[in-house]
């Protein structure tokens, strides 16, 4: 727009008006032609990654939106009076050269993204297709790529409804397309059923809650049928949206930017406490400062987890005791530590590498996680998200340890509800929710 614009006028004023060259005007209305463009054609998702793959030209979408930006800028024209400063002319010029420009700009996008795609270098993460042979059959996988994104589409079929030990087959194949998720970052995961076979229909879609992407249940050949051939064009619009993405790419951003800057903020004021926290541990007791546990994280990738020791054991394998009140693991030093929650600072240094959020559901041990995955269905959302130094769990109250189902649920509750309701302003507050929690010293031992 800008371009067009500084072209057209340019041209108008040397070859026509034979006036001095100001180009001011100029990139003014190309400026302002450029934002009510690009704001009304965000609106149509013109600029969506899958969009911007599709092969054919938006010509009327293109044009569409040009012809109203180009009167709503002729009618600014008129009430500001700025004629004098830009003239019919160059304005018509203007109006010519910038959907050429589009046009061109476009296709060339369209050619560049394609060719990136084709090398890997951009939107190559792979679909994840679960369905039955005959509506996998049906669908073209060309069309699946260009709808919902560049990768391959991994392809797992279930067994045959008649089977007698169909549930068992599917409750295998259903496996294995949440490994496959889950090791190649998939971008979304589409079933293809029948809408009539309902009892798989939620098999699946119990299976998918542990996977923190977003689901789709593409119309199946019946639908399809309906819309004469014009499914290609509205497969996307047709599928239903059966599980959303818990947090989006701007979401994720935002809240990794916070923790980067509070994280960093916080070890620059609070390295005193931790120096002087280091030395007292090395002289209460003898072994290592730093505590190292494996521990699960976003889509249930270990990480190891860093806590100032506090107790006289390092347990880290496939039977870990939750610590009790007046547990005689725990040191003199160690109690006032955990009373405090001054063992969990060197945590930051896990925020900086990218594995842990300041906010978020507080990681388990892995001995922990599988028990309690096996005693709540719900249990593995908490990994849809980071896991946090502290969380809205704790600082409502669910601090500590969790001896009964009882407790774990509670804490598996709020952490869902955390989930569903993120937003940055509600990180700000459990915060400061925290600091009147770690006062309060409740549950912590």
């Not at 800008?2 to 060259?21: E, F, K, P, R």
């Not at 993460?125 to 049906?138: C, F, K, Q, T």
């Not at 009539?196 to 992407?213: D, N, Q, V, Y």
């Not at 952490?415 to 915060?431: E, G, Q």
Request: hydrophobic share 50%.
């Amino acid at each position: 727009m800008l371009l067009s614009s500084a072209i057209a006028g340019s041209a108008y004023q040397i070859l026509i008006s034979h006036d001095q060259l100001n180009l001011l005007p100029y990139f003014a209305i190309g400026t302002l032609a450029g934002l009510l463009y690009v704001f009304r054609m965000s609106g149509r998702d013109h600029y969506s990654f899958p969009n911007a793959m599709q092969a054919h030209l938006e010509t009327g979408a293109i044009m569409s939106c040009w012809s109203v930006t180009a009167l709503l800028l002729a009618l600014l024209a008129f009430l500001l009076k700025i004629g004098p400063s830009y003239s019919r002319g160059a304005f018509v010029a203007f109006s010519i050269l910038a959907p050429l420009l589009l046009f061109g700009a476009r296709s060339i996008v369209k050619a560049a993204l394609a060719a990136a795609a084709s090398r890997k270098i951009v939107g190559w993460r792979p679909i994840v297709l679960i369905g039955s042979s005959s509506e996998v059959a049906a669908l073209r996988r060309q069309r699946l790529l260009k709808q919902f994104g560049t990768g391959d589409v991994k392809i797992f079929l279930l067994s045959d409804a008649n089977r007698p030990d169909a549930m068992h087959a599917d409750v295998s194949t259903l496996n294995l397309a949440s490994d496959f998720a889950r090791r190649h970052d998939c971008l979304e995961i589409l079933v293809a059923l029948s809408w009539t076979e309902a009892t798989r229909f939620e098999l699946i879609r119990s299976r998918l809650k542990a996977l923190p992407m977003a689901a789709w249940l593409l119309p199946d050949v019946n639908v399809r049928s309906l819309t004469q051939g014009a499914s290609s064009e509205c497969l996307r619009k047709l599928a239903v949206h059966i599980q959303s993405a818990p947090l989006s790419d701007a979401q994720c951003l935002i809240k990794r930017t916070a923790d980067i800057i509070l994280a960093a903020l916080a070890l620059l004021f609070l390295s005193p406490i931790m120096v002087i926290t280091a030395i007292a541990i090395k002289l209460d007791s003898p072994g290592p400062i730093i505590f190292h546990q494996d521990r699960k994280g976003f889509n249930k990738r270990r990480f190891t987890i860093f806590k100032f020791r506090t107790m006289t054991v390092q347990e880290n394998g496939s039977a870990i005791a939750q610590a009790t009140r007046n547990d005689p693991r725990v040191t003199e030093l160690g109690r006032i530590l955990r009373a405090m929650s001054v063992d969990e600072l060197p945590q930051l240094f896990n925020v900086l590498r990218g594995e842990m959020s300041l906010v978020g559901p507080r990681p388990h041990a892995l001995a922990h996680d599988d028990q309690f995955e096996q005693m709540l269905s719900d249990y593995s959302v908490r990994q849809h998200v980071k896991p946090g130094i502290t969380g809205w769990a704790q600082c409502n109250g669910a601090r500590g340890a969790t001896p009964t189902v009882d407790d774990i649920a509670e804490r598996v509750r709020l952490d869902l509800w955390y989930i569903n309701n993120w937003s940055l302003r509600l990180d700000a507050k459990i915060l400061v929710k925290t600091f009147s929690e770690v006062l309060k010293q409740r549950n912590a031992y």
